[in-house]
């Protein structure tokens, strides 16, 4: 696997739906693009050979917090959706 230079973090497309306004099936719909997944596997894949740098490692961290949120929301707009 090799190492894609990318400034964007991938979490960022997350932060990036959040600001721009969401409805419950938005939140349900939500995916990542294929270059953030892309990213995602290329860090977890180092994280699980050669090892990650600092900000790698923070950038890691940082998505595994927001994917959990985002599982939440999901579980939390199902929930909405039912009650209406």
């Known amino acids: 696997m090799t190492t894609s230079v990318n ?12 600001a721009a306004g969401t409805t419950p099936q938005s939140v349900i719909d939500f995916q990542l693009s294929d270059a ?6 290329d860090l977890v894949y180092r994280a699980k050979t050669e090892g990650l740098t600092g900000s790698d490692e923070r950038e890691l961290d940082h998505f595994l917090t927001l994917e959990h949120i985002m599982l939440l929301a999901k579980a939390k707009a199902r929930q909405y959706i039912r009650a209406e």
């Open 7 to 18: 400034t964007t973090k991938v979490y960022d497309e997350i932060i990036e739906f959040i």
């Open 36 to 41: 953030a997944k892309d990213r995602l596997e």
